[in-house]
């Protein structure tokens, strides 16, 4: 892609170098914009030919990109060819870059970037994203956001790359806590209340139920034995926990639908209690199962007995854990999906966790643990409303509306829309969104809510506003689709800027696919934003900003 300019480039290189032009495509990028100087359209790293040579049997790299360039010949597409550090540079034909950008844009619309020959190639896989993940009988935690943001990220831009993605919703529905619940409901419970509101009553009962649990042997030996009454199937207990699970899917289903999410199956470690005792049996049968002091059964994954290497996978009264647990969903989704590619998307605090899972399905024998992949996230502190801090994602997103409503009512140019509160709600949300994709994921990062809510600088509002914008002005001019537009209008250094911008949209998405980071999408639409409002007839540029959408922030489908 880049309009194909990068295959033209490769093609002069290949005859040059004797290399098919395919093992020269990635070496050729796009040139980021400066305000400072005018800049070439694409480079060619020098070194990235250079192959492994070592330091002592490496040849100038400056030396051999002056050479390079000296060979290289001007034609129709590139009208100049110079030299920077390590790199041959590369101009387009001005009049060839205009017309040629500006169609592709029209042509691909939305799917611009993504038919690029970076991805060219690059085969197909059948995906599983696994994301979101609440317990069960919980309300909706403000600590699961970032998981359902990020996930859902991922999911978007692998389906839209022309993968098979299936999402997953792996539900805390099973362990310890529900032999807890358990007994605190029939302690504390009121049916009443259950019906009336949930999960907020099923909260309260959980608080109650372990502060006595803490101070009265009984109620915790009572939590015991309903957990144990679960596992081994008994009917009332079953009966209880199916009615707190189905009132909980409900409540996330209307969550997930506000924040624009779905999900392909809802999946939970209920699924896999009896499937876990499997598990535990095939662990046993190839020695790798030990039985401690304790009566509990553990995984010793360095071999000689390195505490930090020993993974418990079950209790002493025979009861399964989170990790036997997450074993046999893993087989259980190969089994079914065959999958090339699955993404667990948690916080940082799981990465031994996973790294354990990984590694024991690599010891039983499955080779494809490889293809498993763990996307660690950091924390978000100071997540506070103005009557505290948050607990719960719901209050994070009435007081997303509530804000974003006074922001609204507070700038003199904001128009009336039909629904002020959704389109609050929407703005807001994608706000929040861009503001958590700014940095490295794993990165721990303050929250604020006037950062969000600023209406100018490298803000979701400001990108929401300067989309309204162009909007507004799309249908106040009814420019519609520049299918008949004046190339000479657009060679002033602000518009080619843009055009150059554009060029770099296949390498970002490339990027963010390899890395899974959506920080590269989120720069290059503030950068762009930032070209557009600067160029002086931003109006001719109207529709190429409408084309590209936001496409991968969007929260509905």
Same mark, same amino acid.
């Given at each position: 892609m880049a309009c194909g300019f990068r295959r033209s480039i490769a093609c002069q290189l290949s005859r040059l170098l004797d290399l098919p032009p395919e093992n020269l495509i990635k070496s050729i990028s796009a040139v980021p914009i400066s305000r400072k100087e005018e800049v070439a359209d694409f480079q060619l790293s020098v070194d990235s030919l250079l192959g492994n040579n070592n330091d002592h049997s490496r040849p100038d790299v400056q030396v051999q990109a002056t050479r390079l360039a000296e060979k290289l010949k001007c034609d129709t597409v590139v009208s100049e060819i110079s030299t920077g550090q390590g790199t041959v540079n590369f101009k387009i034909n001005r009049e060839l870059l205009t017309k040629t950008v500006l169609q592709q844009v029209i042509k691909d619309g939305s799917k611009y970037g993504l038919n690029s020959e970076l991805f060219s190639g690059l085969p197909q896989k059948k995906i599983v994203v696994e994301f979101s993940s609440p317990n069960v009988a919980k309300k909706f935690h403000v600590g699961h956001l970032r998981s359902t943001i990020i996930g859902n990220f991922i999911a978007n831009l692998k389906e839209a790359l022309g993968h098979q993605v299936t999402r997953i919703n792996y539900l805390g529905d099973w362990g310890m806590q529900f032999g807890l619940l358990g007994t605190g409901f029939q302690l504390f419970g009121y049916e009443e209340k259950l019906q009336s509101n949930p999960l907020q009553h099923l909260f309260e009962v959980y608080v109650q139920v372990n502060k006595e649990a803490a101070d009265n042997k009984n /109620?915790?030996?009572?939590?015991?034995e309903f957990f144990q009454r679960l596992e081994l199937g008994d009917m009332q207990a079953l009966e209880l926990w199916q009615k707190f699970r189905d009132l909980s899917i409900e409540e996330y289903v209307r969550i997930y639908k506000r924040l624009g999410v779905h999900f392909d199956e809802y999946s939970g470690e209920s699924f896999y209690r009896e499937k876990s005792q499997e598990v535990l049996k095939l662990l046993d049968s190839k020695g790798l199962l030990q039985k401690t002091i304790k009566g509990t059964a553990i995984v010793d994954l360095s071999g000689n007995g390195d505490p930090s290497s020993i993974c418990t996978v079950m209790r002493s009264d025979g009861t399964s854990l989170y990790a036997t647990r997450d074993l046999a969903a893993a087989i259980d989704r190969m089994d079914k999906y065959n999958f090339d590619t699955m993404i667990y998307v948690t916080d940082k605090g799981q990465k031994k966790h996973f790294q354990q899972v990984f590694q024991m399905l690599q010891i039983m024998g499955y080779d494809w643990a490889e293809r498993c992949q763990h996307v660690p996230f950091g924390v978000v502190q100071g997540m506070k409303t103005r009557r505290g801090e948050v607990t719960f994602l719901e209050d994070v997103l009435n007081e997303i509306r509530s804000r974003m409503l006074q922001n609204m009512a507070s700038i003199k140019t904001t128009k009336e /829309?039909?629904?002020?509160?959704?389109?609050?709600?929407r703005v @807001?949300?994608?706000?929040? %969104? %861009?503001?958590?994709?700014? @940095?490295?994921l794993l990165s721990d990062y303050q929250f604020s809510w006037d950062r969000i809510f600023q209406s100018r600088g490298d803000t979701g509002v400001f990108l929401q506003y300067t989309h309204a914008r162009l909007h507004?002005?799309?249908e106040t001019f009814g420019c519609g689709y520049l299918n008949d537009f004046n190339i000479a209008c657009l060679q002033e250094p602000q518009s080619v800027s843009i055009l150059q911008h554009l060029l770099r949209f296949d390498e970002v998405l490339y990027r963010s696919s390899q890395d899974l980071q959506p920080r590269h999408i989120v720069s290059y639409l503030l950068t762009l934003r930032n070209a557009v409002i600067r160029v002086s007839a931003f109006q001719c540029w109207i529709h190429l900003l409408m084309e590209l959408g936001f496409d991968f922030f969007k929260?509905?489908?």
């Open positions: /109620v915790a030996k009572s939590a015991h /829309v039909e629904n002020p509160q959704e389109t609050a709600e @807001g949300l994608a706000a929040l %969104i %861009i503001q958590d994709f700014k @940095g490295v507004s002005l799309e929260l509905r489908q």
